[in-house]
């Protein structure tokens, strides 16, 4: 028997709201229909949300997390209408999130965005998700395959151009695609629905492709790495690829409890030989089997810093983005420094931070003395580095507990504790929905309530041992329902135990010793 969602996308496609949007403008967002308020306007990227009521989230389409500074300038126009509303994040996804949207504004809204090449069509519910891949394509000297074209192209056959594709607007549910071309698995492969790998075909590695991967997602119920598919493919047929994927996903995929509708579910009821064979069919030819191995060979990078670009006398420069939060005048300030400085070209990664490229080696000196690098530092300590947060219950429905300024909160109390020899990287995620990724971090939460003292309390449980880069996998939670105000003295130990730090009370104490010692 189908579930609501299924018999609301039966009765209404949610691209049809599209030629409703001027009337939505006009009525107000109290007179919408409860469905296409509450649903469909997802369809577009709009996000009615009963914490701000009149004021929506817009998520956008960013493939590849490839932003311009004239796209920033018109993000930051979208923000500063919405005064003291205004936010945007840049999310998990390479992507970003607007906040304080009033539904009189998005007409225009989105007429801006067609005149710079943006768009937010089919960013949410059962569609595909914005499509990622290196931050650094077409700019790392070590990269194996420069993955910026293969994104638009992937977006633009699933979006039709950013216009909406209703064949692609009818999953069973979410759809995850990464496509890496580097060799430190900077998209986070093994959590994505599908993935591409860089692999040689041949042992001499003349001949480049992917290896696939299938079925990875985070859910409340569920968490499982991608497999792998024992497919290799050539990059002219990964756009093909995809489509056959998501075509025997949509045709073949479990829609009976939303809980269970991920491809993955579609893979262990059939098992891999079907789905492949069944995917083979879609495309119409036989597809070649893996490689033997992958070329994923590299602790992650996190690209923060300045780095040498392949370009001679260039340089990229990555700034931190505490939790990914960015306000109107920093936006502005970005599309700025990347036109003074660069060529106008920006970054997204997946640790939500920001990318500017093609900084001169003359130049590069005045940009890092800019005042906006003072609150996005190039070289931020090693646990702000690593932090990473969702929404949190600020905006989002779903989650459990506040997230972005409790872990800013946190994250500075432990750099004024202890000393830390590495960047430890933190993951945020305000409830088991796991959107800020907590399996795949050293230490990650997820939301949830906890008792102290006799008392329901906002609290967390805790996760550890997720690897990201060469041989990733996800961690498992090691302790339940800690309270957030315990995480102070919880975490600390955790980082002594487990990270080398060393409480700065202790190595000022110890340094006294040594100066009395040598005196």
């Known amino acids: 028997m189908a579930n609501k969602i299924e018999d609301l996308k039966a009765s209404k496609d949610g691209l049809a709201l599209k030629a409703e949007i001027d009337r939505f403008a006009q009525i107000g967002w109290e007179a919408i229909e409860d469905d296409d308020l509450q649903h469909r306007l997802k369809w577009l990227g709009i996000f009615f949300r009963k914490s701000t009521p009149g004021r929506f989230m817009v998520r956008m389409r960013i493939p590849n997390g490839l932003l311009s500074s004239d796209q920033m300038r018109v993000l930051a126009s979208v923000v500063e209408k919405c005064g003291e509303h205004g936010v945007a994040d840049i999310t998990t996804r390479q992507n970003i999130q607007m906040r304080g949207i009033c539904i009189e504004d998005v007409p225009e809204m989105f007429a801006k965005f067609r005149a710079v090449g943006l768009t937010s069509v089919q960013s949410a519910m059962d569609n595909i998700r914005n499509i990622t891949g290196s931050p650094v394509a077409g700019i790392d000297a070590d990269e194996l395959y420069d993955t910026r074209e293969l994104a638009i192209q992937v977006q633009n056959l699933l979006t039709n151009n950013g216009e909406g594709n209703s064949a692609f607007t009818n999953l069973p549910r979410k759809f995850n695609i990464a496509i890496a071309g580097c060799r430190d698995n900077s998209t986070h492969a093994e959590i994505n629905d599908l993935a591409f790998v860089p692999a040689f075909k041949d ?230 929905n796991s959107c800020a990724q907590p399996q795949v971090a050293d230490i990650g939460f997820t939301g949830c309530k906890a008792r102290k003292n006799g008392k329901v309390v906002d609290g967390v449980d805790i996760y550890m041992g997720g690897t990201v880069g060469k041989d990733a996998h996800l961690g498992k939670c090691v302790m339940e329902k800690v309270p957030c105000e315990d995480l102070r003295e919880v975490i600390g130990k955790l980082l002594v135990d487990h990270f080398g730090a060393t409480p700065k009370e202790q190595a000022l104490s110890e340094s006294s010793a040594e100066l009395v010692a040598v005196g």
């Open 203 to 432: 042992e001499a590695k003349e001949i480049f492709g992917f290896n696939v991967i299938v079925g990875g997602f985070f859910s409340a119920k569920r968490v499982e790495a991608a497999i792998p598919l024992n497919v290799w493919v050539a990059p002219e047929d990964v756009v093909a690829l995809c489509e056959a994927v998501l075509i025997v996903f949509r045709d073949n995929g479990l829609r009976e409890s939303r809980q269970k509708s991920r491809l993955m579910y579609l893979i262990d009821e059939w098992g891999m030989e079907k789905f492949r064979a069944e995917v083979e069919k879609q495309m119409g030819k036989t597809l070649e089997t893996a490689a033997l191995k992958d070329e994923i060979e590299w602790e992650k990078r996190d690209h923060i810093g300045v780095h040498k670009q392949k370009q001679s006398g260039l340089s990229y420069v990555g700034l931190q983005i505490p939790v990914g939060r960015m306000y109107a005048p920093d936006m502005y300030e970005f599309a700025r420094l990347a036109d003074t400085y660069g060529n106008g070209d920006m970054r997204l990664t997946v640790e939500q931070n920001l990318l500017i490229t093609h900084v001169s080696d003359e130049k590069l000196p005045a940009l890092l003395q800019e005042p906006l690098l003072q609150k996005f530092p190039v070289s931020p300590d090693n646990l702000m580095r690593g932090l990473v947060s969702c929404t949190g219950n600020q905006f989002c429905p779903v989650a459990i507990v506040e997230t972005k300024n409790r872990s800013l909160a946190l994250t500075k109390q432990l750099a004024d504790d202890y000393y830390l020899p590495k960047v430890v990287r933190i993951h945020w995620s305000g409830c088991p």
